[in-house]
């Protein structure tokens, strides 16, 4: 039995993310079947198509995009400003919330994009959850291989999405997806 299985009803966790060439979806996905695996109830959202009573409904929202220039996407940015009305009427508040950046560089200022969705999360009074793995190395198998605690980054290269991110980042995002349904699970009942 799962630890979701334990609680009258699964936790409902929303992926939401930005991707114009697809690596970032695909770390999306690896988060969304962490969460599954959990026993959550997932639904991946593109920020183009937003399902707002999908992301109302939620337990948990996950969010990401690539980092270019040092920031977020301006299509992540203009889904957190049409979430203005939500932010008014607190309709997120409690909810636990994450973010996920990917870039071409190991770096590439990723640290930026999580707070900026950090910030967005804290604006709308919701729960920040950040990543609680060790790095296991610095290897493209490894686990958490950028040492960051804020939130989930990974990297890929100029490469197609078939062959990057790596394996130990796409993992890290599976085990991610996993640790964050079991923590909303764990502060459910509570």
Known sequence: MTVIEQVTSPIKVCVVYHSPYGHTAKVAQYIAQGAEQAGADVHLISVA????DLLDQADVLVMGCPTYMGSLTSALKQFMEDSSKRWLARTWQGKLAAGFTNGGGLSGDKLAVLQQINLFAMQHGMLWAGLPFMPTGRSPLDINRMSSF???MTQSDNASVEITPPEGDLETARKFGKYLAEL???HSVV
């Open 150 to 152: 804020l939130g989930l």
């Open 184 to 186: 909303r699970v764990k």
């Open 49 to 52: 198509a937003p399902q707002w």
